[in-house]
């Protein structure tokens, strides 16, 4: 896959630095790879989040070897290991009991309080607006990933709540996007407004079932459901399984105007 593969619409948005500061390691307490987009523009952010069991290593090149325009990659570690195996193999959330059985009901508490965390720091230090970043996450992965942008949207419903009474609306800002790979939902939304963070839910339909997708339409407002026969994540020899992925991004990856102006389409041009 290359540059030419994606279309990215034009947006004017020159709020924030061009290039922006790479993460620090004292500020976000697990292993992670960061890669500056190639073309010298950080105008967005993709975070990769891998599955159960993995590690950040293959994430970060999946996250280079796209090359999206204008488009920095940051791929983080699971903070845990997993128990019984003596190997590096990281999990987001306590996903086994004691016998070793997977909990039919984990909490990801821990790994949404990670991500808050290095959230924080992303906007802070580091300049990236909430609407610039985009999340991507396998399995176990994709669930920490749409349960992090719900909990961040609660946060920003809240605050413009709060602004309200004091006759300062601030505005509700969502990420920039959601890919999800075969990774459901861990709990049902409530929302008095769904989150209007665009998701892409890709599924194998031995994996997630339809029924997953009730809970991310009840919880964002905007859903593309891509289903694809196999397992596991979309293989880079079959293009018809990535292609989609592609377009959803050319519809919200954000572009800033400048010397090297990109048209990137999701097939041949016309």
């Known amino acids: 896959m290359n540059s030419s593969d994606i279309h990215v619409l034009a947006e004017a948005s020159v709020t924030s630095l061009r290039v922006k500061p790479a993460p620090q390691a004292s500020a976000i307490p697990t292993q992670f790879s960061y890669s500056p987009s190639d073309d ?3 105008e967005n952010l993709l975070i990769l989040l891998h599955g159960l069991g993995d590690t950040n290593v293959p994430f970060a090149r999946l996250g280079r ?7 920095a990659t940051l791929a983080l570690r699971a903070p845990d ?5 003596y190997e590096q193999a990281f999990q987001w959330y306590p996903s086994f009991d004691q016998l070793g059985d997977l909990i039919e009901r984990p909490d990801p508490s821990p790994a949404l309080n990670l991500l808050k965390h290095i959230f924080g720091h992303l906007m802070g230090e580091c300049g990236w607006p909430p609407h610039r970043i985009h ?3 396998f399995a176990q992965g994709g669930s920490v990933a749409a349960e992090a942008c719900l909990q961040w949207w609660r946060r ?3 605050l413009s709540s709060q602004s309200r009474m004091t006759n300062k609306e601030t505005p ?3 990420f920039g996007s959601l890919v999800t790979i075969s990774g459901p939902l861990l709990s049902y939304p409530t929302l ?3 989150c209007e963070t665009p998701v892409l839910v890709f599924r194998r339909p031995r994996e997630l079932k339809d029924e997953a997708l009730v809970a991310f339409r009840k919880g964002f407002s905007r859903v593309k459901d891509v289903e694809r026969a196999g397992e596991g994540m979309p293989r880079a020899s079959l293009r018809e399984e990535w292609q989609p992925i592609l377009e959803f991004w050319s519809e919200v990856l954000g572009w800033r105007p400048g010397d090297n102006l990109y048209e990137v389409t999701t097939g041949t041009s016309n």
């Open 65 to 71: 070897s796209l090359k999206l325009p204008q488009t």
């Open 192 to 194: 008095s407004k769904p």
């Open 156 to 158: 920003e419903l809240e």
């Open 81 to 85: 290991l997993v128990p019984f195996l």
């Open 135 to 137: 999340l991507f996450g």
């Open 40 to 42: 010298g523009t950080d």
């Open 172 to 174: 509700v800002r969502p």
